[in-house]
Nanobody, 126 residues
């Protein structure tokens, strides 16, 4: 069974930075297409970023493009989300997700991700 454990969340002032990590176990990490999603109170879960198995291709929501960077270290079974220039509207619970097969154009489809972490809270104060 694949397990995903997020860490790195916290409270930060607007304009600050955080780096989220997601450690995977129970599967072959290098075979997974990885994604980050977030859910703010009272809102639906939304796509943030994703990365292909080798890290050669990355995808971002328009709202975070230019501020967030996704990366992965297959030797450490870990995916990262570097978040810079944080805004209060970035406040949410951030979830790491994994799936085995990537279909072109579906990088942001949360229903296609089979495995999910428990989430880590990110709070950005104004």
């Amino acid at each position: 069974q694949v397990q995903l454990v997020e860490s790195g969340g916290g409270l930060v002032q607007a304009g600050g930075s955080l780096r989220l990590s997601c450690a995977a176990s129970g599967g072959t990490f290098s075979n997974f297409f990885m994604g980050w999603f977030r859910q703010a109170p009272g809102k639906e879960r939304e796509f943030v970023s994703a990365i292909r198995k080798t890290g050669g291709s990355t995808y971002y929501a328009d709202s975070v493009k230019g501020r967030f960077t996704i990366s992965r270290d297959n030797a450490k079974n870990t995916v990262y989300l570097q978040m810079n220039s944080l805004k209060p509207e970035d406040t949410a619970v951030y979830y790491c997700a994994a799936r085995g097969t990537y279909y072109p154009g579906t990088y942001n489809a949360d229903r296609l991700f089979a495995y999910w972490g428990q989430g880590t809270q990110v709070t950005v104060s104004s």
